[in-house]
C-alpha cells in the first residue's frame, strides 16, 4: 500500500475546507444580521455600572510589549518540540541533530536578547 499518494490528504483538505467555509459564512451572517443602531449612551463605556472617568488611551512602555513578543517567540519554540517527541525513534540521529540545531538557533537569538538588555525592566 502506498502511503504516500495524494488522496490521503483529502480528508485533511477536506476538513480545512470546511472550517474554513464556517469561518467565512460566520463573519458575513454576522455582519448582515447585526442591528446597526447607534447613540451616545451605546457608545458609552461601561465598566460594572462605574462611570468612566479620565481617558483610556495612556502610554505604556515598550518593555511592556517586547516582553510580550519575546514569550510569544520562545513560547512558539516549544510546540516544534511536539513532532521531534512523538517520533523520536523513527528520526535517530538525524532528528536529535535537527534538534539541536534548531535549539541552537533560538539559544543564540535568546543570547542575543539578553545582551541587549531587552528583558531588563528597570534602567
Known amino acids: 500500500m502506498d502511503t504516500s499518494s495524494n488522496l490521503n490528504y483529502l480528508p485533511l483538505l477536506m476538513q480545512v475546507a470546511v472550517a474554513a467555509g464556517f469561518v467565512i459564512f460566520t463573519l458575513f451572517a454576522t455582519h448582515?444580521?447585526?442591528?446597526?443602531?447607534?447613540?451616545k449612551k451605546k457608545e458609552?463605556?461601561?465598566e460594572c455600572g462605574i462611570e468612566g472617568?479620565?481617558?483610556?488611551?495612556?502610554?505604556?512602555?515598550i518593555r511592556y510589549f517586547m516582553t510580550a513578543i519575546l514569550?510569544?517567540?520562545f513560547d512558539v519554540?516549544?510546540?516544534?518540540f511536539y513532532p521531534?517527541?512523538?517520533?523520536?525513534?523513527e528520526l535517530k540521529l538525524e532528528g536529535l541533530l535537527a534538534v539541536v540545531l534548531f535549539v541552537?538557533?533560538?539559544l543564540i537569538g535568546f543570547i542575543y536578547v539578553r545582551k541587549k538588555?531587552?528583558?531588563e525592566w528597570e534602567k
Open 32 to 39: 448582515l444580521l447585526t442591528p446597526r443602531v447607534k447613540s
Open 44 to 46: 458609552e463605556n461601561f
Open 53 to 61: 472617568q479620565g481617558n483610556a488611551r495612556f502610554p505604556v512602555s
Open 71 to 73: 514569550f510569544v517567540l
Open 77 to 80: 519554540e516549544v510546540i516544534f
Open 84 to 89: 521531534y517527541a512523538v517520533n523520536f525513534h
Open 104 to 106: 541552537g538557533f533560538f
Open 117 to 119: 538588555g531587552a528583558l
